[in-house]
């Protein structure tokens, strides 16, 4: 396979962990910059542009860094329009950005979620509270990344405060329950088409509720449960992506998503679980592009013969 990886930096952990993997499965692989990609959106000719050449790949794996979803989202689609496979398509990452939208799915699909509540106006603090049980509760900003813009605000006064200074700065916030029996720990799935292949346990720092490897929580193999295995899958599923990080809590009711990552990290769970994960990523892939020709094949065929 002619493999792109689209990457701001060949140097990262989980883009160098990919440029190997597939070299080692003999494929042609190159790590593109994709916001200095330029497109070429033309009548039956659509193309993509890099360092004056045109891109000719077989398939195409996104590593769209949250910031720069829209534009990375627009590159991925050229790429669909150019009829090159991708591990997840750009709809179902910028379903998966949008936590409010990828919320909505989930709820729609029946998958187990703590329970979140959104509201435009100031007005309407003491509902929003009301809604998600009371104190404590958490709040998080719909553009935060990594733990960032999550704060635990555990009285009422301390929710409206909160509340109250993220809408005055005219932000858009979640507000949920807080999971109090997870005590601080999560759990990331890794998926790949149907199949669960990696899971590690996430721990956060003493005193800190994100159990984030950012923000210095710790990572251990887990076993999870067939419950916890379908709920992943299910969520994976719901938002159309093929390759996903699932994180989840552990509850008295069950695993509960907090969210679906479309561009999961290698690092943390293949050193906690000694997983080759970025071969299976690549396998995956071989499988789909394989399964690709042969239909396309088909197809060419039947137009032949009609």
Known sequence: MKLGILSRK????????????????????????????????????????????????DVVIPRIGASNTFYGTAVVRQFEMMDVLTANSSVSISRSRDKLRSLQILSREGIGMPVTGFAHSPKDIQGIIDLVGGAPLVVKLLEGTQGVGVVLAETGKAAESVISAFRNLDANILVQEFIKEAGGEDIRAFVLGD??????????????????????????????????????????????????????????????IMEVNSSPGLEGIEQSTGVDVASQIIIHLEKRHAEKRKRDAEGKKSRVEG
């Open 10 to 57: 060949a140097s990262l952990y989980s883009t160098s962990r990919l440029v190997d993997a597939a070299k080692e499965r003999g494929h042609d692989v190159r790590v593109v910059d994709y916001l200095r990609c330029v497109m070429n959106i033309a009548s039956h000719r659509p193309r993509v542009m890099y360092q004056d050449d045109q891109l000719d790949c």
């Open 195 to 256: 199949k669960v292949v990696a899971s590690m346990l996430r721990q956060g720092p003493p005193g800190e509720f994100r159990s984030n490897l950012h923000r210095g929580g710790k990572a251990t193999k887990v076993k999870l449960t067939p419950e916890e295995r379908s709920c992943a899958k299910r969520a994976a599923k719901a938002l159309g992506l093929r390759v996903a990080g699932v994180d989840m809590l552990r509850s008295n009711h069950g695993p509960l």
